[in-house]
């Protein structure tokens, strides 16, 4: 009895191998989010507020370039349109009173200044270079008193999200038909015991033509970026998925 209930759980042993297999794959830890900041406007750095590792959220002034200029510009249109909208508020209580055209005037008058204030917003907005999104700044190549130029655009911070990364793999092009999105990888980072499981996110829809390697993501938290290794992809019956 007890051999026969030994031979039983070897066959379901065996049925369980054939049935889950593993496809190596090696991998590189990437931020989910990380983004290159440059200034498309020219000028002079007036003020850095940012350092390599300051935390920062989206829509903080990291850097700005002398713009007193613009500032002043920017004032002069919100009092034009200010008195822009007050003349057309007046003459708009007594529109039946005045001549079309002359209210018509008015009217270009109100609209005309609210559209050189947003374009003066826009050019203001040129010279304040702002977060993008919750991150870290990873690096740094400005200083004030630096000169950039909007023609040639230069990368002066770099940011990546805080917490969230993803573990970008590659396996071997053969295996496109059976890698799917919600399959589990187990895996290993170098140089670390620990071992680390999560679900595949996404499938890059193209073979590297170099490698003839195919990509896929899935997301982890707080491993340093630019870390390595190596691990499984869980495939159900790999090798009847293959013959297929």
Request: hydrophobic share 40%; charged share 25%; no cysteine.
């Amino acid at each position: 009895m007890i051999q026969f209930k030994n031979l039983i759980v070897g066959v379901v042993l065996s049925l369980t191998a054939l049935q889950a297999e593993e496809l190596y794959a090696t991998f590189s830890v990437e931020a989910k989010q990380s983004a290159n900041l440059a200034f498309t406007s020219s000028g002079t750095v007036d003020k850095v507020l940012a350092d390599v590792s300051s935390l920062v959220k989206k829509g903080d002034l990291l850097a700005e370039l002398q713009n007193h200029d613009l500032k002043a510009a920017h004032h002069i249109n919100e009092i034009a349109l200010d008195f822009a909208k007050k003349e057309y508020a007046r003459q708009l209580k007594v529109k039946k009173l005045v001549d079309a055209s002359k209210f018509d005037s008015y009217v270009f008058k109100y609209e005309n200044a609210k559209a050189q204030l947003i374009y003066q917003q826009a050019l203001l907005n040129k010279t304040l270079l702002k977060a993008p999104f919750d991150g870290m700044i990873t690096q740094k190549s400005i200083e004030v008193g630096d000169v950039v130029s909007g023609a040639m655009i230069r990368t002066v911070f770099k940011i990546q999200s805080i917490h969230e990364r993803k573990i970008v793999l590659s396996f071997d092009q053969k295996y496109w038909k059976v890698v799917k999105k919600g399959q589990i990888f187990h895996y290993q980072l170098d140089g670390d015991s620990k071992k680390y499981s999560g679900k595949i996110s996404k499938v890059y829809p193209y073979a590297h033509s170099g490698n003839r390697k195919i990509k896929a993501e899935v997301l982890a938290k707080d491993f340093i970026v630019g870390l390595f290794g190596e691990g499984y992809i869980e495939i159900p019956d790999l090798n009847t998925t293959e013959e297929k």
